[in-house]
């Protein structure tokens, strides 16, 4: 009885020192890094509402010169490493999203790479 | 009273031209009217409903064999072929051969698309409202919402939809596409709204394919469109396409 008393008390206390130091943060690796639309603090609160009201806007009534855009984000904000938003924990939609254990599945249609050139009609 | 009434109207007239005139100059590039732009460039303002973008095909310039605008589709919307089952690949244009059996034989080719009805079934018969319509005539999938049911792959008479069966990658960025989702044609939208043509009309060598705007009267298409007979293909649904076919 006593002995198991003595292991609970230890893997609290083992527990509380994980908490204590925390899970580590992202470390991002961004290409292009610098401040667009808003402040660091407020973009990782508000950028899935912005992105939401913008897809509507776009694809619906076809505006598409608004600063806010998916696009615009990924054309700046992709790793230096590989280009893309995705891919590891140091990538920038991916590392956030999975720092905050948040499913990311914009990427399941959208290109999460940065510099494509459209091909066009001309060959 | 009034007549400071009417000063003010023809103050805020003469503004209003201004101001659509310097925005006018900023934009323009050579070989572009004035006229052109403020009634078809869709470009800052965002999809009107004072434009109904069409396309009228002449079949007796397509030549029979070529797949020009079916692989120019291909390229800029990155459609590929689907992993070896080319049955389940997407389609947003095809080539079709005619043969006229009597008389001599007569033999054409055309090319098939959406051909984004004015009253669209796909419209119609959508349980989430992901396809609707552009104010410009358009047809869309918004794939946010598409549930892949396949309601409207049944009820288009023209068979220009597709569903997507696999997981896609390397897709263009201003063409968002995906598994699990409808799709079809979409004009080339993010080429249109930034004042190009699709690119199957800019592909195809033989001027077979003329793209623009139905509503504006000066447009080529629409003076061609009143000059030469050309037919919807089953006008008899009354779902008015805006693709329209000279010389079937």
Same mark, same amino acid.
């Given at each position: 009885?006593?002995?198991?008393?003595?292991?609970?008390?230890i %893997?609290?206390a083992?527990?509380?020192?994980?908490?204590?130091?925390?899970?580590?943060?992202?470390?991002?690796?961004?290409?292009?890094p610098?401040?667009?639309?808003?402040?660091?603090?407020?973009?990782?609160?508000?950028?899935?509402?912005?992105?939401?009201?913008?897809?509507?806007? %776009?694809?619906?009534?076809?505006?598409?010169?608004?600063k806010?855009?998916?696009?615009?984000?990924?054309?700046?904000?992709?790793?230096?490493?590989?280009?893309?938003?995705?891919?590891?924990?140091?990538?920038?939609?991916?590392?956030?999203?999975?720092?905050?254990?948040?499913?990311?599945?914009?990427?399941?249609?959208?290109?999460?790479?940065?510099?494509?050139?459209?091909?066009?009609?001309?060959? | 009273?009034?007549?400071?009434?009417?000063?003010?109207?023809?103050?805020?007239?003469?503004?209003?031209?201004?101001?659509?005139?310097?925005?006018?100059?900023?934009?323009?590039?050579?070989g572009?009217?004035?006229?052109?732009?403020?009634?078809?460039?869709?470009?800052?303002?965002?999809?009107?409903?004072?434009?109904?973008?069409?396309?009228?095909?002449?079949?007796?310039?397509?030549?029979?064999?070529?797949?020009?605008?079916?692989?120019a589709? =291909?390229?800029?919307?990155?459609?590929?072929?689907? #992993?070896?089952?080319?049955?389940?690949? #997407?389609?947003?244009?095809?080539?079709?051969?005619l043969?006229e059996?009597?008389?001599?034989?007569?033999?054409?080719?055309?090319?098939?698309?959406?051909?984004?009805?004015?009253?669209?079934?796909?419209?119609?018969?959508?349980?989430?409202?992901? #396809?609707?319509?552009?104010?410009?005539?358009?047809?869309?999938?918004?794939?946010?919402?598409?549930?892949?049911?396949?309601?409207?792959?049944?009820?288009?008479?023209?068979?220009?939809?597709?569903?997507?069966?696999?997981?896609?990658?390397?897709?263009n960025?201003?063409?968002?596409?995906?598994?699990?989702?409808?799709?079809?044609?979409?004009?080339?939208?993010?080429?249109?709204?930034?004042?190009?043509?699709?690119?199957?009309?800019?592909?195809?060598?033989?001027?077979?394919?003329?793209?623009?705007?139905?509503?504006?009267?000066?447009?080529?298409i =629409?003076?061609?469109?009143?000059?030469?007979?050309?037919?919807?293909?089953?006008?008899?649904?009354?779902?008015?396409?805006?693709?329209?076919?000279?010389?079937?």
């Amino acid at each position: 009885m006593l002995r198991l008393a003595a292991l609970v008390l230890i %893997t609290l206390a083992l527990s509380a020192a994980v908490n204590a130091a925390g899970v580590p943060r992202p470390v991002i690796d961004i290409a292009k890094p610098g401040q667009c639309i808003d402040t660091p603090e407020v973009m990782r609160r508000t950028h899935m509402d912005l992105l939401k009201h913008q897809r509507d806007k %776009t694809m619906r009534e076809g505006e598409r010169h608004s600063k806010v855009s998916l696009n615009g984000c990924i054309e700046c904000h992709a790793s230096k490493q590989n280009g893309s938003v995705l891919g590891g924990p140091d990538n920038f939609c991916q590392g956030c999203h999975s720092y905050a254990a948040v499913k990311l599945d914009c990427f399941e249609c959208h290109q999460p790479k940065a510099g494509y050139k459209a091909a066009g009609g001309k060959r | 009273m009034s007549e400071v009434t009417t000063s003010r109207r023809a103050f805020i007239g003469i503004s209003a031209t201004a101001a659509a005139a310097t925005a006018g100059f900023v934009a323009l590039a050579p070989g572009v009217k004035l006229m052109d732009l403020a009634q078809a460039h869709a470009d800052s303002k965002g999809a009107s409903s004072k434009v109904r973008w069409g396309m009228l095909i002449d079949t007796t310039k397509c030549a029979t064999g070529c797949s020009d605008c079916v692989s120019a589709c =291909a390229r800029e919307n990155a459609i590929e072929p689907g #992993s070896g089952r080319p049955a389940q690949s #997407s389609q947003w244009i095809r080539k079709i051969e005619l043969k006229e059996k009597k008389g001599g034989h007569r033999e054409l080719s055309l090319p098939m698309l959406c051909q984004h009805c004015a009253n669209p079934p796909c419209v119609d018969v959508c349980p989430t409202g992901a #396809s609707f319509q552009r104010a410009d005539g358009i047809v869309l999938v918004d794939r946010h919402i598409c549930i892949g049911c396949r309601y409207c792959v049944m009820a288009c008479p023209y068979q220009a939809r597709s569903f997507v069966h696999e997981p896609l990658h390397n897709q263009n960025p201003e063409v968002p596409r995906g598994q699990g989702c409808v799709e079809s044609c979409t004009l080339c939208v993010h080429r249109v709204d930034k004042g190009e043509s699709p690119a199957c009309v800019e592909s195809c060598t033989h001027q077979a394919m003329l793209f623009g705007d139905l509503n504006n009267p000066q447009s080529e298409i =629409a003076q061609r469109v009143a000059t030469v007979a050309s037919s919807q293909i089953r006008a008899d649904l009354r779902l008015d396409p805006g693709v329209r076919y000279q010389g079937i």
